[in-house]
C-alpha cells in the first residue's frame, strides 16, 4: 500500500516562494507519474502539475510560469516550487500518485498525501 | 480551457439512492473518474475509468456515463457518505487533469 507524505512551510507572505516536499513509501516509485494539486477553500482541485522517475514533467497552463516540480529518486520523492505568491494561491496542496491507461488518454489519481495548508498573507 | 459542471448539492434521506451528475461538452469522448472529499480529509478515488470500483469501496458506489453526461451513482446511502464528490477526467487538448466543480452530499 503506498503512502504519500508531504511537508513544507506554511505561510508565506506576497511575492515569496512556495517550496513543498512529497515522499513516497510503500509502493513502486518508478513507472508513476507523481503529481501536485491544490484546492483553495471551498473549491475544487485543481491539477499543478506532474513528474515521472524520468524526470519528465508538465504543468497546467495556468501555472507552467511560476511552477518547478522536480524528483529525487535516490530518496523517492518529489518537491514542488512556486514562485510569485500572491493570496489567490491560498490553498490546500496535495501529492498524488497518477494512474496512466492508453498512453496519455486516461489518467487520474490512486493515492494522495494528507496535505500541506499554504496561506499567503502579508 | 475544459469545464466539467456539477451539481452544487443534493440530498438524500438514509437508505436511499443519491445521483450526482457531471456534464461537460463532448464528456461522451473521455474516460471520468470521481473522488470522494470528506470535510478536512484528501480525496479518496471511489470510481476510476466510468464504473469501476477500486478496492476497499463499497459496491453501493456505482458509476455510468450517457451521451455527455457522467453519473455516480450511491445506493442504499449511508451517514458516511456525506461528502463532496469531483468528477475528473483527462483533457488531451489542455493535456490537463481537469476537476469538476463538485457536489456536496447530504444524508439526512
Known amino acids: 500500500q503506498v503512502q504519500l507524505q508531504q511537508w513544507g512551510t506554511g505561510l508565506l507572505k506576497p511575492s515569496e516562494t512556495l517550496s513543498l516536499t512529497c515522499a513516497v513509501y510503500g509502493g513502486s516509485f518508478s513507472g508513476f507519474y507523481w503529481a501536485w494539486v491544490r484546492q483553495p477553500p471551498g473549491k475544487a482541485p485543481e491539477w499543478i502539475g506532474e513528474?515521472?522517475?524520468?524526470?519528465?514533467?508538465r504543468y497546467s497552463p495556468s501555472l507552467r510560469s511560476r511552477v518547478t516540480i522536480s524528483v529525487d529518486t535516490s530518496k523517492n520523492q518529489i518537491s514542488l516550487r512556486m514562485n510569485s505568491l500572491t493570496a489567490a494561491d491560498t490553498a490546500m496542496y496535495y501529492c498524488?500518485?497518477?494512474?496512466?491507461?492508453?498512453?496519455?488518454?486516461?489518467?487520474?489519481?490512486?493515492?494522495w498525501g494528507q496535505g500541506t495548508l499554504v496561506t499567503v498573507s502579508s | 480551457s475544459f469545464e466539467l459542471t456539477q451539481t452544487l448539492s443534493v440530498s438524500v434521506a438514509p437508505g436511499q439512492t443519491a445521483r450526482i451528475s457531471c456534464g461537460g461538452d463532448n464528456l461522451g469522448s473521455k474516460t471520468v473518474h470521481w473522488y470522494q472529499q470528506k470535510t478536512g480529509q484528501a480525496p479518496v478515488l471511489v470510481i476510476y475509468r466510468d464504473n469501476n470500483r477500486p478496492s476497499g469501496i463499497p459496491e453501493r458506489f456505482s458509476g455510468s456515463t450517457s451521451g455527455n453526461m457522467a453519473t455516480l451513482t450511491i445506493s442504499r446511502a449511508q451517514v458516511d457518505d456525506e461528502a463532496d464528490y469531483f468528477c475528473?477526467?483527462?483533457?488531451?487538448?489542455?493535456?490537463?487533469?481537469?476537476f469538476g466543480t463538485g457536489t456536496k452530499v447530504s444524508v439526512l
Open positions: 498524488a500518485r497518477a494512474i496512466t491507461v492508453y498512453g496519455i488518454i486516461i489518467r487520474w489519481f490512486d493515492s
Open positions: 513528474i515521472n522517475d524520468d524526470g519528465r514533467s
Open positions: 475528473q477526467v483527462w483533457d488531451s487538448t489542455t493535456v490537463s487533469y481537469v
